[in-house]
């Protein structure tokens, strides 16, 4: 028998396949590994005869997914925390240099080898939980130069560690100063030259934007999914998080992987999610960090079939958040999710708002991305706050 079969046994798991029982669950498994895909899984007493691995009953779950991050970026706006808590306005803030601005200005200053610095330690916050999948955003360069070092930046933080990066552009995330009341030249100049230019240089996975009354418009947003239909990039949308502008229906009408937000989505952007198979990403960190009391509508989604996922929006505004493990917990306490759906929400539903297919469930064939926790039973990892119960991480079968 080849020395790259490994025979994990002793262990329950929470395989994540939908349909059977709650978690995909079965007690007493067996797991087999071949290289870096997972060959086999079933009952102990069916297990191949081979030397085991023994997990000593511990709970197996796909390796985590977190699907939506902004991790790259410049700077800190710690100091705009502390003034907004000293009173001051989001209008002061940004007259004092504070805000995406500020973001933008220090990311810009920064090299790659920066970039990827300030990152690392927020991937590793990530890998600690059991992630090994792992989306990062552009967005904070806002010119051609600096969104493509952001995600050179993303690319390396996947070859630093033993991690799965999947990048998206997002250069129309904001305008920038220099563009200032000139939304429109800033996507026709800059926003849709630079997505060309990553997509030629093989640095972009998919292509999102913010669809906003701070950000962009529908229309707006439409010309850059033009663009990525030319380059045959799949498109996501961060939509409906402060207002309701119709971006949902717009995404998902154009096959969009996921609609991303969702806290002032209608009835109409339910439906076309549903229609066109689009997850709804939701973000509680986001939610929590800017005090925001209307919900996504979790019982509309359910009840019309969209898939959620579950993701940190990891980023120095909004979301300044990079537990995974938290970030299911807020989705339960917050938005009423049941810890098996926070749990597929950074496994098996994860895996299709990124548009992956080969991981996020436990099954013959699948990536051997694995965790090993030190809990009983899968509905613990959303119970808890603050604590970490990783025994073990598996990437790639290593
Ligand atoms: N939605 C948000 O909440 C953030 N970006 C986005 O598209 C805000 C990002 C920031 O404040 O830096
Ligand atoms: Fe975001």
């Not at 990152?119 to 967005?139: F, H, N, Q, Y």
Request: with cysteine; net charge negative.
């Amino acid at each position: 028998m080849p020395s790259d079969k490994i025979l994990l046994a002793n262990v329950n798991v929470a395989t994540m396949q939908s349909g059977s029982a709650a978690y995909g669950m079965m007690t007493d498994a067996a797991v087999l590994l071949d290289g870096d895909q997972i060959e086999w899984v079933g009952n102990a007493k069916d297990a191949p005869d081979l030397p085991i691995t023994d997990l000593g009953g511990r709970l197996m779950t796909p390796g985590l997914i977190d699907c939506h991050t902004h991790l790259v970026y410049g700077g800190d706006r710690a100091r705009e925390f502390e003034m907004r808590l000293e009173g001051a306005t989001y209008e002061e803030v940004a007259r004092a240099g504070g805000g995406i601005v500020s973001t933008v200005g220090a990311t810009r200053q920064a090299s790659v080898d920066d970039l990827l610095g300030s990152a690392l330690p927020r991937a590793d916050a990530l890998i600690a939980e059991g992630v090994t999948t792992l989306e990062i955003k552009s967005g904070y360069g806002l010119n051609e130069e600096t969104e493509l070092n952001m995600l050179r930046a993303a690319r390396r933080v996947g070859e630093t560690r033993q991690v799965d990066v999947k990048t998206t552009y997002l250069g129309a995330h904001a305008t920038p100063a220099e563009y200032k009341g000139r939304d429109d030249d800033y996507i026709d100049e800059v926003a849709i030259p630079a997505l060309r230019a990553a997509h030629a240089a093989g640095l972009a996975d998919a292509v999102d934007g913010f669809c906003e009354g701070i950000a962009f418009t529908p229309a707006q947003i439409a010309r850059v999914f033009d663009t990525a239909r030319q380059l045959d990039l799949p498109i996501k949308l961060h939509a409906e998080q402060l207002s309701n502008l119709g971006g949902a229906k717009l995404a998902a009408t154009r096959g969009a992987l996921s609609c991303d937000h969702l806290e002032y989505l209608g009835e109409n952007g339910v439906e076309a999610m549903a229609a066109a198979g689009t997850v709804a990403v939701i973000l509680p960190g986001a939610f929590f960090t800017l005090r925001e009391t209307q919900k996504p509508p979790i019982e509309a989604l359910r009840a019309a079939g969209v898939p959620i996922a579950v993701a940190t929006d990891a980023n120095p505004g909004s979301s300044p958040l990079t537990s995974i493990l938290l970030t299911m917990n807020m989705a339960c306490t917050l938005f009423r999710l049941t810890p098996e759906e926070a749990l597929a929400g950074v496994t098996r539903i994860a895996a299709q708002a990124v548009g992956l297919s080969d991981r996020g469930v436990i099954a013959p064939g699948m990536r051997a991305d694995l965790a090993i926790w030190d809990v009983k039973r899968p509905g613990e990892l959303a119970y808890r706050m603050g604590f970490n119960p990783l025994h073990r991480r598996i990437f790639g079968g290593v």
